[in-house]
């Protein structure tokens, strides 16, 4: 059974880079994309960007400045830097993966989760 | 990017009743949509995909329909561990998938 695990700094400093990682555990990276999404405390939840196995990435055009993504298939894992960080980017953190999922219609599902970890954003 | 909007954002109800949330989108996204359930300090689990199949060991209580703009998740029978945090979530036009802002559903 595939299991995700995010982990990193709990506090960062303004104006510093913020950087997580997702280890993956019961399974193998190949053939599904990764991704990152975050939920500010009491709101809602808001797509960061992904990463294939292979190494493509896409990104949120409102944080696609400041995103990087990337992938370690011979460590089961993928990251997160974000940079410039202000307290806007406090958030819970959470690596998601997609499936696509479906009969004739088949969608992007975020399927297995992590149980998120909090950043927080301060000097 | 295609805005999603859910209402009511909160809703209070009892064990047994039955509950709609109804989610809109700012474009026609076919059939696209997703719905996630989310307890306090846990990761949002899958629920329905395709705006109506039901996610692996979800039980039968929890359906979804619509198509185009408008969507719904029902429960026919609410249970004590239904009381949580529900999301829609469209995949018709990416990137950036969207999710709804929530629909907070209480006892």
């Known amino acids: 059974q595939v299991q995700l695990q995010e982990s990193g700094p709990g506090l960062v400093k303004p104006s510093e880079t913020l950087s997580l990682t997702c280890t993956v555990s019961?399974?193998?990276?190949?053939?599904?994309?990764w991704t990152w999404i975050r939920q500010p405390p009491g709101k809602g939840l808001e797509w960061i960007g992904y990463?294939?196995?292979?190494?493509?990435?896409d990104y949120n055009p409102s944080l696609k400045s400041r995103v990087t993504i990337s992938v370690d298939t011979s460590k089961k894992q993928f990251s997160l830097k974000l940079n410039s960080v202000s307290a806007a980017d406090t958030a819970v953190y959470f690596c998601?993966?997609?499936?696509?999922?479906?009969?004739?219609?088949?969608?992007?599902?975020?399927?297995?989760w992590g149980q998120g970890t909090m950043v927080t954003v301060s000097s | 990017d295609i805005q999603m909007t859910q209402s009511p954002s909160s809703l209070s109800a009892s064990v047994g009743d039955r509950v709609t949330i109804t989610c809109r989108a700012s474009?026609?996204?076919?059939?696209?949509l997703n719905w996630y359930q989310q307890k306090p300090g846990k990761a949002p689990e899958l629920l329905i995909y395709?705006?109506?199949s039901l996610q692996s060991g979800v039980p039968s209580r929890f359906s979804g329909s619509g198509s185009g703009t408008d969507f719904t998740l029902t429960i026919s029978s609410l249970q004590p561990e239904d009381f949580a945090t529900y999301y829609c979530?469209?995949?018709?036009?990416?990137?950036?998938?969207?999710f709804g802002q929530g629909t907070k559903l209480e006892i």
């Open positions: 474009q026609s996204i076919s059939s696209y």
């Open positions: 019961g399974g193998s990276l190949s053939s599904y994309y």
């Open positions: 395709v705006a109506s």
């Open positions: 979530q469209q995949s018709y036009s990416v990137p950036p998938y969207t």
């Open positions: 998601p993966r997609i499936t696509l999922i479906g009969e004739e219609i088949k969608v992007d599902a975020f399927d297995i």
């Open positions: 990463v294939y196995y292979s190494g493509t990435t």
